[in-house]
């Protein structure tokens, strides 16, 4: 799948098929950057995935060669590749934070193809037991472990929770789906999934 390139010169406009965004979806958008950016070097580039994974194995103690962490593995490359493929129009691997901004408002179009199947693997991750369910434990060690501080993390998972204090795998969809796209500020559960804005 091919996506338009945003263009420098053209600025927000210039993305084929995309909008311009509102201050919100620019804030989430912001904050997903910051966290992409595993080594803070300013800008996003497969080695910040290849680290992000690490990090994020290491807490859940899944080897990548397990099912489970190939899934996750394979799931942040996919990421990456379309990320890569949209906002890349120098092809120096590397993705600033404009290119990011106006490449991801356009792969989140894509949501259930490119996105989705990242927060599946990790839900998969979390459920250490494999019955469907995510602990606040679980949820906390793979949200801190992107880059998300510990009590924000708590504090994303007690907004998304049911009131036994589990999640389910399409609670985490709808938020993450909602997180990329929705822009009414009613939904904080969704908006807050990575901590504070």
Same mark, same amino acid.
Do not use: H, S, V
């Given at each position: 799948m091919r996506f338009g390139k945003y263009s420098r010169r053209g600025g927000l406009s210039a993305l084929e098929g995309g909008d311009r965004m509102g201050a919100l979806l620019d804030q989430k958008y912001e904050k997903l950057f910051a966290l992409l950016d595993a080594n803070g070097d300013g800008v996003i580039a497969e080695d910040d995935f290849e680290l992000m994974g690490g990090r994020v194995l290491a807490a859940v103690g899944e080897e990548r060669t397990a $099912?489970?962490?190939?899934? *996750?593995?394979?799931? %942040?490359?996919? *990421?990456?590749?379309? =990320?890569? +493929?949209?906002?890349?129009a120098d092809g120096d691997g590397r993705i600033d934070k404009g290119e990011f901004r106006q490449a991801l408002h356009q792969v989140s179009d894509h949501f259930d193809m490119l996105i989705g199947p990242l927060y599946r693997a990790g839900f998969h991750l979390a459920d250490r037991d494999d019955d469907g369910l995510v602990g606040r434990e679980s949820f906390v060690a793979v949200i801190s472990a992107i880059g998300v501080p510990e009590a +924000?993390?708590?504090?994303?998972?007690?907004? %998304?929770? +049911?009131?036994?204090?589990? %999640?389910?795998?399409?609670? =985490?969809?709808?938020?993450?789906?909602?997180?990329?796209?929705?822009?009414? $500020?009613?939904?904080?559960?969704s908006h807050l999934l990575f901590g504070a804005l």
């Open positions: $099912p489970k962490g190939k899934e *996750y593995a394979d799931a %942040l490359m996919t *990421y990456w590749r379309a =990320l890569r +493929e949209t906002a890349d +924000e993390a708590g504090a994303a998972f007690d907004r %998304l929770a +049911e009131e036994g204090g589990q %999640l389910t795998k399409d609670q =985490l969809m709808t938020a993450a789906a909602q997180f990329y796209r929705d822009e009414d $500020p009613a939904n904080t559960a």
